[in-house]
T-cell receptor
Framework: QQKVQQSPESLSVPEGGMASLNCTSS?????YFWWYRQHSGEGPKALM?????GDKKEGRFTAHLNKASLHVSLHIRDSQPSDSALYFC??????????????FGLGTTLQVQP | AQTIHQWPVAEIKAVGSPLSLGCTIK??????LYWYWQATGGTLQQLFY??????VESVVQLNLSASRPKDDQFILSTEKLLLSHSGFYLC?????????FGSGTRLTVL
């Protein structure tokens, strides 16, 4: 069973719209989360990490974590065509000395329509 | 500035041929280094990690091996490629609580 589950599998939003991506960990040992974005042919780039309950905002990106339900979401405000990419959620059991043991979800493909 | 460099950018190899992929980190001593594999459009699977020179831990068995001959260098290799080895190979490192990836090597095995 996939320990990190993402939804939806794919998503299409109009330019300027809001994109919302979801992620849930099925293992209570994995409660530290990261979001990554991967454009075609490139390596994934870290967008943000979130370790505490509540919201974390970085520019147009806002992550929300609910530790009780192990659910994290990523919201992209004012979506741009350049945001079209594969988005991964990753979870870990710790934040020091254990970063490499990230478990990645299967990803959400976001398409922003001009 | 810290940089991660992978080589080659892409490889097309025959089944049964050997392979060597490389990764170099500049600007950080004794980094934790990782190799990941990604099927086309798929998720990221950790293959190996290393916390110091000469020490490499295997995470999954895919008929691949890894070595860390220098503090800033991580090598992925095999003596005999399989069709299933095709994919995108990513080197990564973790200078803080986040994992950072290189630009990857696209491997096609025919």
């Amino acid at each position: 069973q996939q320990k990190v589950q993402q939804s939806p599998e794919s998503l299409s939003v109009p330019e300027g719209g809001m994109a919302s991506l979801n992620c849930t960990s099925s293992d209570r040992n994995f409660q530290y989360f990261w979001w990554y974005r991967q454009h075609s042919g490139e390596g994934p780039k870290a967008l943000m990490s979130i370790f505490s309950d509540g919201d974390k905002k970085e520019g147009r990106f806002t992550a929300h974590l609910n530790k009780a339900s192990l659910h994290v979401s990523l919201h992209i405000r004012d979506s741009q065509p350049s945001d079209s990419a594969l988005y991964f959620c990753a979870a870990s059991g710790g934040i020091t000395g254990n970063t490499g043991k990230l478990i990645f979800g299967l990803g959400t493909t976001l398409q922003v329509q001009p | 500035a810290q940089t991660i460099h992978q080589w080659p950018v892409a490889e097309i190899k025959a089944v049964g041929s050997p392979l060597s992929l490389g990764c170099t980190i500049k600007g950080k001593s004794s980094p934790n280094l990782y190799w990941y594999w990604q099927a086309t459009g798929g998720t990221l699977q950790q293959l190996f990690y290393s916390i110091t020179v000469g020490q490499v831990e295997s995470v999954v068995q895919l008929n691949l091996s890894a070595s860390r001959p220098k503090d800033d260098q991580f090598i992925l290799s095999t003596e005999k490629l399989l069709l299933s080895h095709s994919g995108f190979y990513l080197c990564a490192w973790s200078p803080d609580e986040t994992l950072y990836f290189g630009s990857g090597t696209r491997l096609t095995v025919l």
